[in-house]
Each structure stands twice: as structure tokens, then as C-alpha cells.
């Protein structure tokens, strides 16, 4: 079982950055790890992957603007989040899948993201 604990969150106006950490009770070397973000009454969305081999894959809306990346001796990944936009407002969550057996996903508790116009 591995825990993911998300921080970083907050408010902040558009046009602003914002730094999010994940940090995971285990070790992350077999792990593809993600982040999703979620608004109320809507479907959890991709937003960027970052594999331990460290392959990088972003969503359209934030590609150019958001960079994940992870340190898998210190079991973190992050996502730097810069020229936010009010639509980048949501509960933001981090995802690990454990590539090989056992075959596992788990899910962060989640972060707050606000961004105001």
C-alpha cells in the first residue's frame, strides 16, 4: 500500500504560479506517477504523467504552462504551475500506477487550486 499526500495548494491571482508536491509513503521506482484535476459536477481530468524513465506527457490546456517532474530517491514528484488561468481552478490530485505485478493505482487526498480573475 503506498499513501500519496498532495500540498501546495492555495489561492492565487491569474497570471500567477503555483508549486505542488506529492510525496509518497514508498518507493516510486516502479511507479508511472500523474496528476488530475477535478471541478465539481465534472469528470477527473488528465493534466501530466511523468514515468520513471522520465517520459513526460501534458494535457493540451496546459501544455507550455505547467511542468511536472519527480525525484525518486526522495519519493516526490511536482508540477510547477505557471500563468495560471481562472479555468485551472480545481481540486488537484496526484496518481500513482504501479507498472508491474502487483499491478496497483492509488490517489492523493487531493489539493485545492483557486485562481482568481
Known amino acids: 500500500q503506498v499513501q500519496l499526500v498532495e500540498s501546495g495548494g492555495g489561492l492565487v491571482q491569474a497570471g500567477g504560479s503555483l508549486k505542488l508536491s506529492c510525496v509518497a509513503s514508498?518507493?516510486?521506482?516502479?511507479?508511472?506517477m500523474a496528476w488530475y484535476r477535478q471541478v465539481p459536477g465534472k469528470q477527473r481530468e488528465f493534466v501530466a504523467r511523468?514515468?520513471?524513465?522520465?517520459?513526460?506527457t501534458y494535457a493540451d490546456s496546459v501544455e507550455d504552462r505547467f511542468i511536472v517532474s519527480r525525484n525518486n530517491a526522495k519519493n516526490t514528484m511536482w508540477l510547477q504551475m505557471n500563468s495560471l488561468k481562472p479555468e485551472d481552478t480545481a481540486v488537484y490530485y496526484c496518481?500513482?500506477?504501479?507498472?508491474?505485478?502487483?499491478?496497483?493505482?492509488?490517489w492523493g487526498q487531493g489539493t485545492q487550486v483557486t485562481v482568481s480573475s
Open positions: 514508498g518507493s516510486l521506482f516502479s511507479f508511472r
Open positions: 511523468i514515468t520513471s524513465g522520465g517520459t513526460i
Open positions: 496518481n500513482a500506477d504501479r507498472i508491474v505485478t502487483p499491478i496497483a493505482r492509488y
